[in-house]
């Protein structure tokens, strides 16, 4: 397997959507290969801090804002 | 062994298909309860495509009263999280058309990338690199990092990473399908994976 053959399937080894077989592949190429080791821990690891430290919070004072929208339409018709 | 099956009238209804027809009857608190559900990741979707804070308090509350309004056209063979996306989806698009006077903005857009060359930064990263930060260091890498890549690939990394959608249902929600979303995810992660390794990589040490 070459670098670019194990880097199109890379997210489907993250994601865990591989048939055994080519697990055992991908595995085998990633034993023999620092280049590609370091891309899939990395790659698995962006994802993972994204997943654990959410951006972009909801600002105060935003949900209240949206009912008092949503009941006021409400009185114009449910 | 007996194989016994669902019949019709006990097959599960999911828990937003059964707020939405209480909303249907009359019960404007089942929307409160839809709202309260979707509505961060709402604003983060609105957020990655708006890259503006009024902007995507905006287009969340636009894209809340638009569903409300449309509820009659959920048809409940979609997921009703799917539908909403999409709402929200066309409104920050609308508004970031608005804001760029016109030219038109589209989150299946074609980028030109070097899909499937192998990474070229590839430091290794020192063991829970994200330490190193406090947590307000890191929620701004994470937002510098994030920011400049294109809107299509932004929403399509929220939603199946951050957000654990399924790949076909992503698919639905942006209006693209599964290969172009496929796609999008593998360029969206390696290139997140890329700039964090400024920050991240072992080599260079801890830049801040």
Redesign the interface.
Known sequence: MT??EF??L??DL?DDTVTPEMRTDLRTHLEGCD?CK??F???R???E???S????D??SG??E???A???N??KKG? | MTNIQPIAGELEIHPDVALVERVRKGDVSAYDALVRKYERQVFRIAQHITQNREDAEDVMQDAFLKAYEKLDQFQGNSKFYTWLVRIAVNESLMRLRKRRTGKMVSIDEDVQTDEGSVPRDLADWAPDPEQHYTQAELARILEKTIKGLPPGFKVVFELRDVQGLSTEDTAEALGLSVPAVKSRLLRARLQLRERLSRYFGRKRGVEK
Not at chain 1, 53 to 56: F, G, V
């Open positions: 670098c670019k880097l199109a890379l997210d993250i280049h370091v891309t821990d990395t790659t690891k962006t994802i801090i994204y997943r430290h959410q951006i972009y909801l600002p935003l949900r804002r949206l009912h929208a949503i009941m339409r409400c449910c």
